[in-house]
């Protein structure tokens, strides 16, 4: 079993930085790849960004690629997500998931967090 739980979430002016955390409190996250998806009222769940188990691969959705960066300390337990130059409508509650499988689906993933919330004002 693996538990989530993210932080790092508040409030931001458009164009300012943000870094969310996930830490996972067992002892399972380091054979678990590691992803960041988010979801805005109304909306589907949206992928977000993916670490491979070591870090050596990652990848990012094409709405986020070259203003976030993710990355994870294996000996922390823990995955981050550097969000730079924010925008509105990067406005969401963001989620950490896990899993063994190297998806972009919320369906490929069924350990999550509670979620944390970001909101970034014009």
Request: proline share 3%; hydrophobic share 30%.
């Amino acid at each position: 079993q693996v538990r989530l739980v993210e932080s790092g979430g508040g409030l931001v002016p458009a164009g300012g930085s943000l870094r969310l955390s996930c830490t996972d409190s067992t002892l399972t996250y380091k054979r678990l790849h590691m992803c960041w998806f988010r979801q805005a009222p109304g909306k589907e769940r949206e992928f977000v960004a993916q670490i491979s188990k070591s870090g050596v691969s990652v990848r990012y959705g094409d709405s986020v690629k070259g203003r976030f960066t993710i990355s994870r300390d294996n000996a922390r337990n823990t995955v981050y997500l550097e969000m730079n130059s924010l925008k509105p409508e990067d406005t969401a509650i963001y989620y950490c998931a896990a899993g063994t499988e190297w998806g972009t689906t919320p369906s490929a993933f069924d350990s999550w967090g509670q979620g944390t919330q970001v909101t970034v004002s014009s």
